[in-house]
């Protein structure tokens, strides 16, 4: 089994050096943008209001 690999060395920055912010480091990992990942999060009611209706509905199989 390989070696773990560190989130340094994995993405080539460390968060702490960057004033510890580790959304910026996710966001250049995923190749979205901060205010991506922001609306992303904000719409999450919404996904969750969708999918709970989804299972609510009968199957058309």
Do not use: H, K
Request: proline share 8%.
């Amino acid at each position: 089994m390989p070696e773990p690999v560190s989130w340094e060395r994995q993405t080539g920055a460390d968060p702490a050096a960057s004033g510890g912010d580790g959304l910026s480091v996710l966001c250049r990992i995923l190749a979205v943008s901060r205010s991506g990942f922001y609306r992303w999060t904000a719409n999450e009611p919404g996904r969750q209001d969708r999918a709970v209706a989804e299972d609510a509905s009968p199957s058309r199989s």
